[in-house]
């Protein structure tokens, strides 16, 4: 069973750009449906995008279309959100989320993933 571990976030001006990283160690990425979801303060965690163990159908959130995009190496085992045109209210802990599964469906939905990542600080200044 795989062990994620973030990295990337940080300060960046609005309409900027940011890549986050989640490096999985401890099993076959491959085997594993990955996702991100994030958490403003005194809000509720949401979800951000979703990308399945194998292809390369995504989905995303409505306030993130178009801006997001999330990616995996199953090689370097590490899951990618790539944001751009970055908003003040896109600030908010990042979290990468994944499951072992044999399909590839995806989900929007946190009962869905059962590893987490401790999470990425992203601010993002006006």
């Known amino acids: 069973q795989v062990q994620l571990v973030e990295s990337g976030g940080g300060l960046v001006q609005a309409g900027g750009s940011l890549r986050l990283s989640c490096t999985a160690s401890g099993g076959t990425f491959s085997n594993y449906r990955a996702a991100w979801f994030r958490q403003a303060p005194g809000k509720e965690r949401e979800f951000v995008a979703a990308i399945p163990r194998i292809g390369s159908n995504t989905l995303y959130a409505d306030s993130v279309k178009g801006r997001f995009t999330i990616s995996r190496d199953n090689a370097k085992t590490t899951l990618f959100l790539q944001m751009n045109s970055l908003k003040p209210e896109d600030t908010a802990v990042y979290y990468c989320?994944?499951?072992?599964?044999?399909?590839?469906?995806?989900?929007?939905?946190?009962?869905?993933?059962?590893?987490w990542g401790q999470g990425t600080q992203v601010t993002v200044s006006s």
């Open positions: 989320a994944a499951k072992q599964l044999s399909m590839t469906i995806l989900s929007s939905l946190e009962r869905a993933y059962d590893i």
